[in-house]
């Protein structure tokens, strides 16, 4: 039996973000947290691997309060627990800290032969806690995987590069991160949702995993100092018309007139 | 040990040069020595690294980096960088780089900045990045407090230097080359042609709108009437293999005259990529559609009907 560990992350919906037109400054209270896109398609990898070869699924989530109500979706996917570490101490640590503190929980949940996770969560698109927790937990990692299955306790993949696809095997365990194209992640059922509330969740605070959060606070290396949104004026003109010929003429007139054909 | 250093590497040899030019430039601010490390099976003209900014050039030559795997790399670069004074490791932000930086980062235990568009030292010879956060919608200006601070610059950020008659240092390294436990059974070349977007003053695009391939040839008349490139969306490019690049976050950062989106939505992550377009205009059968909200100018309507129409009209124009 194959044990995953699939870590998952929640963020706001990147659409529903406001940009406060005064400091430029995205407003993200209070706005609903969802899983991000990629990770759940790691999920469903995961869930596609376990249909095909049995095994098990422990979701990890490194959050915040809201964390637990975004999650449930996993669990409805095909999670068969949860994680969660929430500690308000580590709010707001970068990718060191974060992959030394998923390193301590996954240690914790134990067992497993496959960490599983998204490419980059969609908000920070920083890409790194994959490959940091496989150097922090001496495994090989395998990056940018769109296509994988399991044979004889060993992982065969195809990693998604730039100039080549990359068919690559590797014993477990290993960590392997998701690209987008991997699949499309399912929707659950309004059954599965409910059954989500019955499964296991734990959620664990830095202490819980043998870490004090003020010491690893203290290690974070990355500080944000600014966050702002460029300013882009677009007309917004919507071009109007009775027929597709004359819109097409007015548009036509309007690319023209704005000079941007001269060579 | 050497005295303050910056190192730049990347295995893609255009982007490393890329990368020395602001390399150079923090290392005068730093008063450090600027290494370009090269990593391969055969190293050819190294002075190329010299001419194009570098004080000296690490090489490590072996037939086990012919190939890159992160594994076998990291420990390259762990065991090459162990003697110098490291104060900024810059890597080139391909995939592979930015794998192997994060993995680097964690064994040095420092931070990593990923994807920064703009970097500079502070007083305190911190490094400062920019980079895209929020799906790209938004730039995070960001300190590595601790050294060494490590980058990753995405391809075509910063121009290479012009060469110049510069003196330098060539060190060959010898170094403990570890085993990799990812074996490659097959590597499949990708076709990929240079579409020639990053530079191209106009371009058109094609998103999920089009339900066939042979349908793009709308696109490809309405290009050549307006002497354009043809882009796309990812998926058209990353899922359906309609065409090797695509536009956005994710691939191509343009910055064309003239953008004309059709059957795009409209999102975060393709928004990312027009942002710097001077004039954006989009064709989208959906009223509500995001692309509308980043357009000048925006047709409601269906790109199969419009597209032609465009097409006819521009000509007639253009007589
Ligand atoms: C990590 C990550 C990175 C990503 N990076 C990128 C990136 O760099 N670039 C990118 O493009 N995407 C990127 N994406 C994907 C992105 O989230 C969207 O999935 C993608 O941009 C949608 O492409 P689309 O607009 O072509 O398709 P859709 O969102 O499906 O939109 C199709 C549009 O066509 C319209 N339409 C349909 N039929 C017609 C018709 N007949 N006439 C007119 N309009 C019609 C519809 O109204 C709709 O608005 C990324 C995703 C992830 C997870």
Redesign the pocket.
Known sequence: MTKIIVLLKDIVDLNEIKIDPSTRQPRTEGLKRRIS??DKRALEAAIRLKEKNDGEIAALSMGSDKTRTAMLEALAIGADSLYIVNDSGLAGVDALVTSKVLKAAVEKIGGYDLILCG??T?DS?SAQVGPRLAELLGLPQVTYVKQMDLEDGKLRAVRDLEDVDEVVEVELPAVVSVV?EINEARIPSLMSIMRAKKKPTEEWDASALGLSAEEMRAGSSIEVVKLEAPLVERKRIVIEAETVEEAAAKLADAIISEGVMEA | MTGKTVVAYSEDRELGLQILSKGREISDKLGAKLNALVLGEKIIDPKEYITHGADRVLIVEDPALGSFAVETYRGVVLDALKDVDLEVLLIGATKRGKELAARVAAALDTGCMTECIEIDVDEEGRLLGERLTYGGSVISSQVSTRKPHIATIPPRTFKKAEPSPREGEISVLDVDIQDRRMKVVESREKARGDAGLAEAPIVVSA???FKDEADLKLLEELAETLGAKVGC????AADLGWMEE??????YKISPKLYIA??????I??A??IRDAQIIVS????EG?N?HEISDYSIV????TVIPALTKALKERMK
């Open positions: 896109d990629v490419e980059m969609l698109l987008r | 998103g999920r709108g969306s990812r998926p058209i695509w536009i956005g976050i994710s691939g059709c059957g795009i939505s409209g999102t992550q393709h990312a990529g064709v989208n059968n959906q559609a692309i309507g269906d790109i199969y």
